[in-house]
C-alpha cells in the first residue's frame, strides 16, 4: 500500500518503496535464473568433459591391449622359428646348415609363413653373419659390435634378447634384431637371430594409432626405443629412460596418465601403456588431449553461443518489463497523485488533507501535544472571477498557496478543500502561535499581486482559528469550531483573523 508523508507544508508525497522493490526483484530474478543456467551449463559440460576423457582412456587402453597381444603373439612366433632352428640342428648333426639345401629351406619357408616379417640368420662366435637362404656368393658381415651378439656370449640360462633397432648391414633396411643361444655350437656356429623388419612391424601399427596427434611406441624396459608410429627414424634405438614421464611405466603393469609435452613436441597427449608379462618391454599408445576434447569443445562452443544469446534475450527481456514496469509505477504514482493533491494548486485535495488532518489528531492525542487548524478563504473570489475571467481567478488560486508555502513550517499541512477554501493544519501549536502565523498569512496575503494579467489586483484573506481542547475526540471538532471563526472573520468585514 502506499503511504503519505509530509514533506512541505503544501505537498505529499507517495511513496514508491513497493515498485522499488519490485524492480530490483525483477532483476535479481532474471540475474539468479542466468545464474542457474550458466550453473547447469559449467556442470554438464564438465560432466561430458569428463565422459569424454574417461570413454577415450578407456579406448586407448583397449587399443594398448590389442598391441599388445599383436606383440606377445609376434614374439612367441620369433620364439618359435628360433627353437625350430635350433631342434633341426641338434637333430641333424650330419648336415652342415650353411649349405644343407634343406635346412636353407626351412629358413626360406619360415620367413614365408612370416609374410617377411621374421628373417632368421645364423652368427659365428666371432659375430660374422651368414647369408642363410640369400643367394650364394652374398657378402659376410660382422656384428660383434651389436648388443645382441654380447649378450648371448655367457654360459648362464639360454634366453631371447631383443636388441636395439638398427640398420642391417646385409639389406640396409631397418629391422630389429632377436638373438638365441645355440643349444650346442656347430661349426662354429654360435647363435641364431630373427630379425624383425621394422617397415612391416610398423604398418599395421600405422594403422591402428588414433591419428593425427596419437601413436604407438615399442619400448624396451631399459628405456631403449624399439620401434614408433608414426615413424621417426631419428629416434629408433634412442634411449628415453632419461624422460621426466619415464619412472611412470615402472608403477605398474599398466596404467595411464597425461603429459604436457613439454620434453618432446609441445603436444598434450593421454598415455597408456602395459607391460609384457617377462617385462622384457612395454608398449605405449598416445593420442593428442586436444584432439581428443575436439567434440567437447565444439559442443561447449554451440552451448556457450546458445546461452550466450539466450542470456542477452534474457536480460533485453528483463530491460524491456523493467521499464513497462518503471512506466507503470509512474503512472500509478501519477494516479495517486491525482488522488490526493490538488491539480491547480499542487497542495493537497480535500481527501488527502482529512485522512492526514485525522493521523496528526491521533497522533497528538497519544503524545498530549497541541493541535492547531487554520481555515482560510479568499475574499470575494467569485466577483474576481465575474470581472477578470476564470484565468485570472485561477492564476490566483495557483499563486496565493505557493506564497503561503513560503511563510509556513516544514511540518505544517496545507490543503485545498474546496473551492477558494483552504486549510492548514498546525502540529504542536497553541491558540497564541497559530493566531501569529494566520496573522503573517494575511497580511502577506494583502500585501501581494498574485495575478500577472492584471497587475493591480489585490487579494485578501479572511482566517478562522481553532487549537485542539482535551474534550476533543476528534479532528471534526476543531474544524467545526475553525470554521465557525471563518464565518465571523468574513462577517465582521473579512480580510482578518478570528480565533
Known amino acids: 500500500m502506499y503511504g503519505i508523508q509530509v514533506l512541505m507544508p503544501h505537498s505529499v508525497q507517495i511513496h514508491h518503496s513497493a515498485p522499488s522493490i519490485l524492480r530490483r526483484g525483477l532483476w535479481l530474478s532474471m540475474f539468479a535464473l542466468l545464474a542457474v543456467m550458466w550453473g547447469l551449463v559449467l556442470v554438464f559440460s564438465g560432466m561430458y568433459r569428463d565422459r569424454l576423457l574417461a570413454s577415450s582412456t578407456r579406448e586407448l587402453e583397449q587399443l594398448n591391449s590389442v598391441v599388445t597381444q599383436h606383440t606377445l603373439a609376434l614374439l612367441k612366433s620369433v620364439e618359435t622359428d628360433l627353437r625350430v632352428v635350433d631342434l633341426w640342428l641338434q637333430a641333424h648333426t650330419g648336415a652342415d646348415p650353411l649349405t644343407d639345401p634343406t635346412f636353407l629351406a626351412l629358413l626360406a619357408e619360415l620367413r614365408r609363413l612370416s609374410g617377411d616379417l621374421i628373417d632368421l640368420r645364423l652368427l659365428s662366435s666371432d659375430g660374422t653373419v651368414h647369408p642363410g637362404a640369400e643367394v650364394a656368393g652374398s657378402a659376410l658381415v660382422n656384428v660383434s659390435d651389436r648388443d645382441y651378439f654380447k649378450a648371448q656370449l655367457g654360459r648362464g640360462e639360454r634366453r631371447l634378447y631383443i636388441g636395439s633397432p638398427v640398420v642391417r648391414r646385409t639389406t640396409?633396411?631397418?629391422?630389429?634384431?632377436?638373438?638365441w643361444r645355440l643349444e650346442n655350437e656347430r661349426a662354429g656356429l654360435k647363435m641364431v637371430v630373427a630379425v624383425v623388419e621394422l617397415d612391416r612391424l610398423i604398418k599395421p601399427h600405422e594403422q591402428w594409432r588414433l591419428k593425427e596427434q596419437g601413436g604407438l611406441l615399442l619400448v624396451r624396459a631399459d628405456g631403449r626405443l624399439l620401434s614408433r608410429a608414426p615413424m621417426d627414424l631419428a629416434m629408433l634405438g634412442k634411449d628415453v629412460s632419461s624422460s621426466p614421464n619415464f619412472p611412470r611405466f615402472h608403477t605398474a603393469e599398466r596404467g595411464h596418465?597425461?603429459?604436457?609435452?613439454?620434453?618432446?613436441?609441445?603436444?598434450?597427449?593421454?598415455?597408456?601403456?602395459?607391460h609384457l608379462p617377462d617385462k622384457s618391454l612395454f608398449v605405449v599408445a598416445t593420442r593428442g588431449f586436444d584432439e581428443?576434447?575436439?567434440?567437447?569443445?565444439?559442443?561447449?562452443?554451440?552451448?556457450?553461443?546458445?546461452?550466450?544469446?539466450?542470456?542477452?534475450?534474457?536480460?533485453?527481456?528483463?530491460?524491456?518489463?523493467?521499464?513497462?514496469?518503471?512506466?507503470?509505477?509512474?503512472?500509478?504514482?501519477?494516479?495517486?497523485?491525482?488522488?490526493?493533491?490538488?491539480?491547480?494548486?499542487?497542495?493537497?485535495?480535500?481527501?488527502a488533507f482529512f485522512l492526514q488532518a485525522g493521523r496528526e489528531f491521533a497522533r497528538v492525542s497519544r503524545a498530549k501535544g497541541r493541535l492547531s487548524l487554520l481555515m482560510m478563504d479568499i475574499d470575494h473570489f467569485k466577483q474576481i472571477n465575474d470581472r477578470h475571467g476564470h484565468a485570472v481567478g485561477d492564476e490566483v488560486l495557483a499563486a496565493l498557496p505557493a506564497l503561503w508555502t513560503q511563510a509556513l513550517r516544514r511540518g505544517d499541512l496545507l490543503g485545498r478543500l474546496g473551492g477558494e477554501e483552504f486549510g492548514?493544519?498546525?502540529?504542536?501549536?497553541?491558540?497564541?502561535?497559530?493566531?501569529?502565523?494566520?496573522?503573517?498569512?494575511?497580511?502577506?496575503?494583502?500585501?501581494?499581486?498574485?495575478?500577472?494579467r492584471v497587475a493591480a489586483l489585490e487579494v485578501t484573506i479572511s482566517i478562522g482559528v481553532a487549537s485542539g481542547t482535551p474534550a476533543d475526540t476528534d479532528w471534526q471538532a476543531i474544524l467545526a469550531r475553525a470554521d465557525a471563526a471563518l464565518y465571523r472573520a468574513k462577517a465582521t468585514g473579512r480580510n482578518r483573523v478570528e480565533v
Open 424 to 452: 492548514v493544519l498546525l502540529p504542536d501549536t497553541g491558540p497564541e502561535g497559530a493566531a501569529e502565523i494566520a496573522e503573517r498569512l494575511r497580511a502577506l496575503s494583502a500585501r501581494s499581486r498574485p495575478s500577472s
Open 292 to 351: 581428443t576434447l575436439e567434440p567437447y569443445f565444439a559442443t561447449r562452443r554451440l552451448v556457450f553461443t546458445v546461452a550466450g544469446v539466450l542470456s542477452v534475450l534474457a536480460l533485453a527481456f528483463a530491460g524491456f518489463m523493467h521499464r513497462i514496469q518503471r512506466s507503470l509505477f509512474k503512472a500509478q504514482h501519477h494516479i495517486q497523485r491525482l488522488a490526493m493533491e490538488d491539480e491547480l494548486t499542487g497542495v493537497m485535495n480535500r481527501r
Open 257 to 274: 596418465f597425461e603429459s604436457d609435452g613439454r620434453f618432446s613436441d609441445g603436444v598434450r597427449r593421454i598415455v597408456s601403456f602395459e
Open 172 to 179: 640396409g633396411k631397418w629391422g630389429i634384431p632377436i638373438s
